[in-house]
């Protein structure tokens, strides 16, 4: 599992890596996969005498070591960490580099956990935020405070409106003011888009989305190409303990393995509703980064390999009509979540994004959201039709 062990996997490809990093088969059994190291505590040879460094599973497990080292060699950079839930992650990253006084910038349109994190929990804390316009670089040079602001928060694209932010402008704005820049790279994955290429300092997953990809575990994940940052991040990882435990960390690892060739077919689906919804009557604004219409298409095309597998869309009639699209459906299941295999659609205002009800990140509410998935495509373009019918 060292580095050195693994060097083979210079300058190889995202599949390659995808697949290879973090575990060279066990040496003693020749075990392809990681084992489920269900333990929390390690036989010590002597007082302080750990085999292979492990002590004790909040501080680390060999399961979760793998999985962080997968994550770190697909996102490109050098340490990954796993947490037990996107949030936990999140929460982690906020104090592990902010303290009372200090100031972040957050997406005026960030998924509502996002938000309820920030205002309800980090606010108490004394931790100031302003909610700006990140697909807007201007709007974030106006939004920073030098000498206050440590963190410069995006989402791109963002959940639910698809937003896209541009990650290299917004790096120099952040760090400018002294700042870094945190990109949640959630709905793109970390196959269609590498922030820390673009100057991103840290990369945030929900890896309960594309990157476990099943819908059948619930996960986070930090990424940082800087020892320093690194040394930080792990330090409250510990100390806060809000890890992935084994088996989540298993499944997780097990999704990634194909994120390749399941994001190609989200991304081939996700263009073809598209499509079909742009020429649909009962439809208003088909909102898809894809879409030469969306105002984030050339920054989308610059800095993403495809534009994923979520589509957004607002019912002309209204409220009630688009609560009918999403109780309608079949193949879409009615749920909260994306990134699974399956299809899912949802009613943002009333469901993912309702903590933001009444607060300048409110969503439409003719706003309906698809997490596009791999069934057939004919299928799923033929639920739609009677889902809107
Ligand atoms: O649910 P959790 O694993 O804690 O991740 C939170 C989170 C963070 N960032 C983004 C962009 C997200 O979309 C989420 C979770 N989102 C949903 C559950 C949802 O349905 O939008």
Not at 100 to 122: E, N, Q, S, W
Not at 128 to 152: I, L
Not at 230 to 245: C, L, S, Y
């Amino acid at each position: 599992m060292s580095s050195q062990e693994q060097e083979h996997l210079n300058g190889a490809g995202f599949e390659t890596r995808a697949i290879h990093a973090g575990y060279d088969p066990d040496p003693t059994t020749g075990a392809v996969n990681p084992p489920i190291y269900a333990t929390s505590t390690y036989k010590q040879d002597g007082v302080g005498g750990l085999r292979g460094g492990y002590e004790y599973s909040r501080s680390a497990n060999p399961t979760r070591t793998a999985l962080e080292g997968a994550l770190a060699a697909v996102e490109g950079g050098t340490h990954g960490f796993a947490f037990a839930s996107g949030l936990a992650a999140e929460d982690t990253l906020i104090r592990s580099l902010m303290k009372p006084g200090d100031h972040l910038v957050i997406p005026d349109d960030a998924y509502g956990g996002t938000f309820r994190l920030v205002d309800k929990v980090v606010a108490v804390w004394g931790v100031e935020h302003s909610p700006a316009a990140v697909h807007d670089v201007a709007a974030v040079a106006e939004a920073v405070r030098p000498g206050q602001t440590r963190v410069v928060w995006a989402e791109t694209p963002t959940n639910p409106l698809l937003n896209v932010a541009d990650i290299a402008g917004l790096a120099e704005i952040a760090h400018a003011v002294g700042a870094l820049l945190v990109v949640d790279n959630t709905f793109a994955s970390p196959y269609l888009q590498q922030p820390l290429e673009l100057g991103a300092d840290v990369v945030v997953h929900s890896t309960t989305k594309y990157v476990g990809g099943h819908s059948d575990v619930v996960g986070g994940a930090l990424v940082v190409k800087d020892a320093e940052l690194a040394e930080r991040i792990a330090f409250h990882q510990n100390a806060m303990g809000a890890v992935a435990g084994p088996f989540d960390a298993f499944l997780t690892h097990r999704g990634l393995k194909t994120l390749a060739v399941r994001m190609e077919r989200h991304c081939d689906n996700a263009e073809r509703i598209a499509d079909f919804l742009t020429s649909h009557p009962a439809v208003g604004e088909v909102i898809y980064p894809g879409l030469e219409t969306h105002p984030g298409h050339a920054t989308a095309a610059r800095q993403m390999r495809r534009f994923g597998g979520m589509v957004s869309f607002r019912v002309t009639a209204g409220r009630e009509a688009a609560l009918r699209v999403c109780e309608r459906a079949r193949v879409f299941t009615l749920g909260e979540s994306l990134g699974g295999v399956e299809s899912l659609v949802e009613h943002p205002g009333l469901m993912t994004h309702a903590s933001v009800a009444g607060t300048d990140l409110e969503v439409p509410d003719d706003l309906v959201r698809l997490s596009v998935g791999l069934e057939s495509v004919e299928d799923l373009i033929a639920d739609l039709e009677q889902a809107l019918g």
